[in-house]
């Protein structure tokens, strides 16, 4: 149960020839995602993403701790991927397997290491108190790409989230609840998100945001993690065939490309979301903490 | 069927549904079994039988065949009956027996190396792990954990009956939801000239109709929710031709397109992929 | 606190119709019958019932939590408007793509929504042991929204697991020494904190789960349906509290009842007596299956309530929903 179950040969071999005419299973260009599509909870930081059939929701929440004693400036930020049987019956609940780990390290790379949540102004007492701010990624239906589509999720949980105001006084860390002080949005320094391309017949056909059954065809992958400026944070090829190093190059500005529209996507989504809300008005909004 | 009766785990069928034939004895569908109970109330000695849903499914009755059973959710995993016509993938061979796959993360089937057409120790096929079979479900065994078994011949003739059993060799396999299977299943095994929707499926009469120009196409229906499909006639659109099969029939199945719908769709994606004007 | 609970109370009662003012909760007994007819979350928002059952229940609420400002009673116009738009729980059908059986789950009073997915039948590697020969193994894993799962997670897995266990037919074709696996992911709501009751979450884990198990086609002898109860401090009982109702509660009682009237699941905790609990579960049985019960204190008149306002008969509109839209093919041709 640990792994996907084979492609066929007839599939493989069918997935292959049609790349070499430019076509995919569900008719996308090689440099095209699946439709995505982002809703939101009624939570702040509750994000439901699908992208094609791959579905992920991730929550994010913030609780005051106490900072590590080596970084008394800064918060804490983790981010906590768990993969269940619910994303796809090949995962064993509760054992850890190794497409969990990979994801957990590109977004480890591409979004906390990159320092795309500052971590400092998560500072509220020097080496007394801080936020700690985890995300949790839960994936509910696996098809591929999951690295780049738990990128989007993160992030946009990340712009969407707001956390409790809380200030210090005579010494004293006072976290006002969010009825009493309009609750404050993280502060976001760069909107880094990663790009998996995939690569197929001796890596002459190279494409974006791969289905499972594409994924389980291809030869080698290389994932790029790059922000809206085009600056890279992160680039990695962990297995598989050998990619030319101009065509590194030319995926770059694709990755740069495909970046900037999924985060007009992620900044459309946001708005309107937030648009919707303070129409609801403040009566809604108490209401939903009555309820919580 | 103006007003469904559905049924929950537990509900009885009301006797009312049953069909009233009484020359033949009543079959049981998936989803329904025969309680006895004790009877409280009558002073009769003879217990009661009760037909209970075991199921959550809409209950449809056939009273030719005289059988009563329940529609499931679409979507559920496909468990092997006897009789059903499955396309498995070869994971792996011994010496007597292929390995195939019928669901992922089930136990594997077994396919005798010699369940072909005219296969002899010398004439078998050789398949290899990652090979698709269409076959048919044999036996699925007597108690906890048996094995399935398939063939791909029928035992009594030696022949492949249904024709099309045996190795399944180039095309490509789609994955539809188990109840979309069984209506292509029927939709493509009752008369093909029809023009009238079977189950409600009109694309398959529809595709065929728009492919014909272009060589037609080979299917092959699994009801373990696999379609085989090859196009190899076609020439050079053939891999066109098959994507956009495919893409029908997986839309049809997601949206749970009409008939008029149905005609649409492949009308919009055979001028997508460029295969008709 | 109480005098001020009261004076305020009596002013809403004012407003209300002379009918409703007779209801009004000048005994404690009275108000349990109160509650006894009002089928909570279930019931139409447009019943005159409900809203005056939330006016009762707000005083209630009020005492309970002393700790609170006075001040808070200038949300009171909000929860009343809160209560009137109150709507029974949401939920969805075989949403996810990958597992077998799938469902969504919203409880409106608890704000918890649940995800669940089934797998069944599938192989369980690496367990041969574990596995019975005979029938499938139940797995249930819960994963919650914020944290990282913990002993009350644990818990709750094993009563449900155990429930299940005596409903799934493990013997039926394609079952034996296969497994069963239901994930179960808290994707709404708040986390549940260290020391508080895993039992408010019971009610919304069992319904998801059997959602999911149907929509999976898992072979079942019967279905049931749950129900959260709490007893107020002042012995008042709280038919599916809200989460600030059940902190404040004696006691909170978690009961299920399957398709056939038998008591599946009875979790409490907290000090109660046997008394207040046979009230909780005639209750919990109205609520659940709506059928009516013998009386209680003699004094109480049950109301039969339609099918519809009961969990069970919430999860049967669900299904048959679903099931109509996925033959739409062939109910509209036939």
């Not at chain 1, 990619?243 to 708005?271: F, G, H, P, Y």
């Not at chain 2, 059988?67 to 092997?80: A, E, G």
């Not at chain 3, 928002?45 to 409900?50: G, H, K, M, N």
Request: glycine share 8%.
């Amino acid at each position: 149960m640990s792994k996907e179950a084979p492609l066929s040969i007839a599939e493989r071999e069918f997935i292959l020839e049609a790349l070499r005419q430019d076509s995919r299973l569900d008719g996308r260009t090689p440099d095209q995602f699946r439709p995505l599509k982002i809703s939101f909870g009624d939570e702040y930081g509750h994000v439901n993403l699908e992208l094609g059939n791959t579905s992920i929701i991730v929550r994010i929440s913030a609780e005051v701790t106490k900072p590590r004693d080596e970084r008394p400036f800064d918060g804490l930020f983790n981010i906590n991927l768990e993969l269940s049987a619910m994303g796809s019956p090949a995962w064993e609940n509760g054992r850890p397997n190794d497409v969990e780990s990979y994801v957990t390290h590109v977004l480890d790379s591409v979004i906390r290491h990159s320092n795309a949540l500052d971590t400092e102004s998560l500072c509220i007492l020097k080496g007394v108190s801080c936020w700690s701010i985890r995300a949790d990624v839960h994936v509910v239906a696996y098809d591929g790409n999951l690295t780049d589509a738990a990128c989007i999720a993160v992030m946009t949980g990340l712009q969407h989230f707001r956390r409790p105001d809380a200030v210090v006084r005579d010494g004293q860390v006072v976290v006002y609840g969010v009825e009493e002080r309009v609750p404050v949005a993280l502060n976001i320094t760069h909107k880094p998100l990663s790009v998996t391309f995939f690569a197929f017949n001796e890596s002459k056909n190279i494409i974006v945001d791969a289905t499972l059954k594409e994924e389980q065809a291809s030869e080698g992958e290389l994932v790029i993690g790059i922000n809206n400026g085009g600056e890279m944070c992160f680039m990695n090829k962990f297995s598989g065939a050998t990619i030319n190093a101009r065509e590194i190059v030319t995926r770059t500005s694709v990755a740069l490309e495909k970046v900037k529209d999924l985060n007009a996507q992620i900044d459309r989504a946001m708005q309107a979301d937030l648009a919707l809300r303070a129409k609801r008005g403040m009566a809604e909004e108490s209401r939903a903490e009555n309820d919580r | 069927m103006a007003s469904p009766l559905v049924l929950l785990p537990g509900d009885e069928v009301p006797s009312r549904h049953l069909p009233s034939n009484k020359s033949n004895p009543l079959k049981l569908g998936p989803g329904l079994r025969l309680l006895s109970q004790p009877s409280s109330t009558s002073q009769n000695a003879q217990s009661q039988h009760v037909l209970t849903a075991t199921q959550a499914g809409i209950v449809t009755t056939d009273a030719k065949r005289n059988t009563v059973s329940l529609l499931s959710f679409p979507n559920r995993r496909y468990i092997p009956t006897v009789n059903d016509l499955i396309i498995a993938q070869i994971h792996h061979s011994s010496v007597d027996y292929f390995h195939c796959m019928v669901t992922p993360h089930t136990a594997h089937a077994l396919l005798g190396q010699l369940s072909f057409e005219g296969a002899s120790k010398k004439t078998r096929p050789m398949l290899r792990q990652g090979d698709l079979v269409y076959a048919r479900v044999l036996s699925i065994g007597l108690g906890a954990g048996a094995e399935v078994e398939l063939t791909c011949v029928n035992p009594a003739t030696g022949k492949s009956e249904p024709g099309g059993l045996g190795p399944l060799n180039g095309g490509m396999v789609f994955d539809v939801s188990t109840g979309m299977a069984a209506r292509l299943l029927r939709a493509s095994s009752s008369s093909s000239e029809q023009n009238e929707s079977i189950d409600g499926l009109v694309v398959l009469s529809e595709l065929g109709k728009k492919l014909e120009s272009l060589g037609g196409f080979e299917i092959a229906v699994g009801r373990n929710g696999k379609v085989w499909i090859d196009c190899s006639n076609a020439g050079e659109s053939a891999v066109k031709a098959t994507i956009a099969i495919g893409r029908c029939l997986q839309t049809v199945d997601e949206k749970g397109l009409g008939p008029a719908d149905q005609k649409k769709f492949v009308t919009r994606i055979l001028r997508e992929m460029k295969l008709v004007s | 606190m109480s005098e001020e609970a009261k004076l305020s109370h009596t002013l809403v009662v004012s407003d209300l119709s002379a009918k409703q003012r007779m209801w009004g909760p000048r005994s404690t007994k009275n108000r349990e019958s109160f509650f006894h007819d009002a089928a909570g979350p279930y019931a139409s928002p447009s019943s005159l019932r409900t809203t005056s059952k939330t006016d009762t229940r707000s005083p209630s609420r009020q005492s309970n939590s002393g700790q609170r400002k006075p001040t808070t009673w200038l949300s009171f116009p909000l929860e009343f408007s809160f209560s009137t738009t109150m709507v029974g729980p949401t939920a969805s059908l075989s949403n996810l793509s990958r597992a077998d059986g799938s469902a969504s789950f919203k409880c409106p009073t608890t704000g918890y929504k649940i995800l669940g997915s089934v797998n069944a039948p599938v192989e369980l590697p690496g367990r041969r042991d574990a596995l019975k020969p005979e029938e499938a193994t139940v797995e249930v894993f819960i994963k919650p929204g914020n944290t990282t799962a913990g002993v009350g997670e644990r818990y709750a897995e094993g009563i449900i697991r155990t429930m299940l266990q005596k409903l799934i037919l493990g013997r039926e074709r394609g079952f034996p020494r296969r497994g069963v696996v239901i994930t179960l992911a808290i994707v709404g709501g708040g986390a549940i904190a260290r020391g508080d009751s895993y039992l408010t979450l019971l009610p919304s884990l069992l319904h998801t789960s059997l959602l999911a198990l149907l929509s999976g086609a898992v072979p079942m002898s019967m279905t049931y349906s749950a129900a959260l109860m709490a007893v107020s401090k002042s012995n008042v009982i709280v038919s599916n509290p809200t989460l600030v109702e059940a902190k404040a509660a004696s006691s909170l009682h978690v009961l299920a009842f399957s398709s056939k009237g038998h008591l599946l699941l009875n979790e409490s905790q907290g000090r109660f007596d046997f008394d207040t609990w046979k009230t909780v579960q005639q209750r919990a049985h109205a609520l659940c299956r709506g059928v009516e019960l013998p009386e209680v204190d003699g004094d109480i008149a049950m109301e039969a309530q339609g099918d519809s306002g009961t969990a069970e008969g919430f999860v049967r509109e669900t299904v048959e929903d679903h099931l109509c839209r996925d033959y739409a093919w062939k109910i509209n041709t036939e």
